[in-house]
């Protein structure tokens, strides 16, 4: 049997449960279970606001674009990101003109802020801070460059829900935090995310942002009283990126398992570890973070002969990824190239290794031994 990089696990008859409430109820759109869902993560993250969106990409570019309104930034100002990420990332940043500058990242694949003090310009204007697998690196660190220089932070958190660090979720310190629940995340649904504003203002109108620019959603409308509940204003020209209460039911349920899963996403990465202990001739690992409860979304090796490694797995029906290839090598941020060597370095030498709740530590052991057995550093 075919043992793949992610597979989700659902608890099939709650979730069920949660959309039978919708179906019944005639209301599957935006309100009543994405509100449910909002106010469970509130409670669950100790974070002020949270507003649920239909992806993670949709979430960074709506606190790209409102940070960027709030605070008078100009086309072709810059925010410092990371090379080593899921494209979305800069996506975002470049969805409102402004330009990303490529910073290198340290041994937790995690930005380097040496590195991010030394690209810091009078256009510098925020940090897109991405926590790497689920770790934390050195987000103290980052944190007090923002403050230090008056810049924003923006916390990519798509690999970090359940991420502690010094026993609290993450994310207070930032300026915004976007969650993704895409559907092999710690907590999965088919497609789905959270933007975490820490302003109320701005907590308010993403919501307007993320439905058109309407200032009245349907389900708030649903709820008034009188004739005039088709009547509301358009005060911006937005966008059509609200979550749904089907994939907000299925976050419901998922949200009740989350720690116990990240838990045992932490053994399986220990049982990796002792596997590979006695091997580091031949396998690489990444550090977590002192003080970081990771969430573990993933298991990444470093090794010489990664694209030889990644066919030798696939031919044991043993099928690992890449996370990720540095942004730099693509076309439209090319004009990066060079600039992050540690990255470029990484991301020819890094392969994340099957990480998810099926797995058995048999099944660990078993990919373990086919990496030492095909590995070289």
């Not at 597979?7 to 309100?31: D, Q």
């Not at 991405?130 to 810049?151: A, E, F, P, S």
């Not at 966008?239 to 998922?254: D, E, F, T």
């Not at 990480?355 to 530590?361: E, G």
């Amino acid at each position: 049997m075919s043992i793949q990089l992610f597979m989700p696990t659902f608890h099939v008859e709650e979730c069920l449960a949660e959309i039978r409430e919708c179906l019944e109820k005639g209301w599957t759109g935006l309100g009543y279970k994405t509100v449910q869902f909002e106010e469970a993560w509130k409670a669950y993250t100790d974070l002020p606001h949270a507003h649920f969106i239909n992806s993670a990409t949709a979430g960074l570019h709506l606190a790209i674009k409102l940070l960027k309104e709030t605070y008078h930034w100009e086309d072709g100002d810059e925010i410092i990101s990371t090379p080593l990420t899921f494209v979305s990332t800069n996506h975002a940043i470049a969805y409102e003109n402004m330009r990303v500058v490529f910073a290198d990242v340290d041994k937790y694949l995690c930005l380097d802020p040496k590195d991010v003090k030394r690209k810091i310009t009078n256009k510098t204007k925020a940090i897109m801070f991405v926590g790497m697998g689920g770790n934390t690196g050195h987000y103290k660190d980052i944190v007090k460059l923002c403050k230090d220089h008056g810049l924003q932070l923006i916390l990519d958190a798509s690999h970090m829900s359940g991420t502690r660090l010094e026993g609290r979720i993450v994310g207070r310190e930032a300026d915004v935090v976007i969650y993704s629940f895409q559907a092999v995340k710690n907590l999965p649904t088919a497609d789905s995310g959270m933007i975490c504003f820490m302003e109320e203002a701005l907590d308010k109108k993403v919501r307007k942002y993320s439905w058109l620019g309407i200032n009245k959603d349907t389900y708030a409308r649903s709820k008034d009283e009188g004739a005039y509940k088709w009547k509301y204003d358009v005060e911006y020209l937005g966008y059509k990126y609200h979550g749904n209460s089907i994939m907000a039911s299925l976050g419901l349920v998922q949200l009740k398992y989350l720690d116990q899963d990240n838990a045992y996403r932490r053994q399986l990465a220990k049982w990796y570890d002792e596997a590979f202990k006695y091997h580091k001739n031949l396998v690489g690992l990444i550090p977590v973070a002192k003080g970081c409860e990771s969430s573990r979304h993933l298991y990444v090796i470093e090794v010489n002969n990664r694209d030889e490694l990644l066919a030798s797995l696939n031919k044991e029906d043993i099928y690992p990824g890449v996370h990720y290839r540095d942004n730099t090598e693509y076309t439209m941020y090319a004009y990066g190239k060079d600039t992050c060597p540690k990255a470029y370095h990484y991301s020819m030498r890094i392969l994340s290794l099957p990480m998810h709740l099926r797995l058995t530590r048999k099944d660990i052991r078993h990919i373990a031994n086919k990496v030492i057995q095909y590995a070289s550093l």
